[in-house]
């Protein structure tokens, strides 16, 4: 059975509940007629033990509240029962006030009331054993452990093992927020990445095909021949960037689930990327929509990481489209492979301001990131009259 809501663990109800129940424990004790304890035959009437055990268990409704005050309470109550001669019940009611000072209290409090109870345990030994002359008045430093330390150490106990839990959950909250923010960044670098793809596959094709249909549109009396040349580049870019799309889109919706034998691992597409080798198919598209290139190779060509050869395809693509949209018709591209790096270089002249298809500058700023996500080096800018990209990629093959 669930206790009603007014008696839920950290409420007023629960501690007064407690209180009372305190009470009623300490007047049964009392109508058994069990005062005093410690020093009978006082000749005090037994009803004056009723205030401080009354005054006690108020303090125990205050232990969450106002954990020092409680204290303060129960002790001037303890100290009035004691100069009555004990008793049995109010001493009881005493260890739990001193119990919740040490759970709900601050932690100077516990650490007073440590030292305290040790010191009045000893106390209470050496007292008892000398007043009695006899080793056996150990027993009043017992009673004062029993009465005051033990409540106190279990009091630190059950205090500790709450700092623990509160520990681990604000650890754990940490973890979670910490497991989310990298989330976030993981899903902001795939977006990061997405939008370079989509610029590389998509602007560079478009950029072409406009060009071209400009040229349709814009020179009059153009022959036959020359609309179907036109044409027909339009048509090759318009399904290169179909292909990388389509491509792109396999990727994503590749399922992540592994098909194959047990340990392979999930499944990944076999789709081929673009890579630096197939340079040569892009010059030609791009010579075909009209740059002029002239290519340059310096050093052997080898096998390179995939991430710097389809990053050193996209910088070509994008260099010569740029050329393509923004020079005079024609560039020169420079790959020189060295020992440790790939360094891609690409050269045009600048045509005058106003000319050309206008940009967004958006194909800069995707190859310094692709540069910089392999700690390479990027420059772009005029360079002796004439626009020059240089990416500088390490391929971490040097000696």
């Known amino acids: 059975m669930r206790p009603p809501p007014w008696l839920g663990s950290g409420t007023l109800g629960r501690d007064l509940a407690l209180a009372a129940a305190s009470l009623a424990g300490g007047l049964v004790l009392y109508s058994l007629g069990w005062q005093p304890q410690v020093r009978p035959n006082t000749g005090v009437p037994s009803a004056l033990f009723l205030p401080p055990l009354l005054v006690m268990c108020a303090a125990v409704g205050m232990r969450r509240v106002a954990p020092r005050a409680s204290l303060a309470v129960g002790t001037g109550a303890l100290v009035v029962d004691t100069a009555l001669g004990n008793s049995l019940g109010t001493i009881l009611v005493y260890t739990q006030v001193l119990y919740d000072a040490c759970v709900y209290g601050p932690p100077r409090l516990w650490r007073w009331l ?3 109870t ?9 007292v008892g054993v000398v007043s009695l002359d006899n080793w056996r008045g150990v027993t009043i430093g017992v009673l004062v452990v029993l009465a005051g330390l033990l409540p106190v150490l279990t009091g630190i106990s059950v205090r500790q093992y709450r700092d623990q839990a509160a520990a681990e959950r604000a650890r754990a909250e940490q973890t979670a927020r910490l497991v989310e923010l990298d989330r976030r960044q993981a899903v902001s670098a795939e977006r990061a990445r997405m939008a370079r793809e989509l610029h590389d596959v998509v602007a560079n094709h478009l950029s072409a095909v406009a060009i071209h249909a400009t ?6 009396g153009l022959d036959r021949g020359q609309v179907t040349s036109a044409l027909h580049v339009i048509r090759e870019s318009s399904v290169q960037g179909l292909a990388e799309m389509r491509q792109m889109i396999e ?3 590749e399922p992540a689930t592994g098909d194959g034998p047990a340990g392979d691992g999930p499944a990944v597409p076999e789709v081929v990327t673009a890579r630096l080798a197939e ?23 080898g096998p390179l990481p995939v991430g710097v050869d389809l990053a050193a395809y996209r910088i070509v693509q994008e260099s010569l489209t740029n050329a393509l949209k923004h020079g005079t018709g024609e560039a020169e591209l420079t790959i020189a492979y060295r020992p440790a790096e790939v360094v891609v270089t690409v050269e045009n002249p600048v045509r005058v301001p106003g000319g050309g298809v206008p940009g967004a500058g958006a194909g800069l700023i995707g190859m ?5 996500l392999l700690a390479g080096r990027f ?16 391929t971490g093959q040097g000696g």
């Open 114 to 116: 440590l030292r305290v």
């Open 118 to 126: 040790i010191g009045l345990s000893l106390l209470g030994a050496v």
């Open 215 to 220: 040229a349709v549109l814009s020179v009059p």
């Open 251 to 253: 990727v994503l919706r």
């Open 279 to 301: 340079a040569d198919g892009l010059v030609e598209r791009i010579q075909a929509a009209g740059l002029a290139v002239r290519v340059r190779t310096d050093g052997t060509p």
């Open 368 to 372: 310094r990131e692709r540069v910089t």
């Open 379 to 394: 420059t772009a800018g005029p360079r002796d009259g004439r626009w020059q990209v240089r990416a500088t990629l390490p």
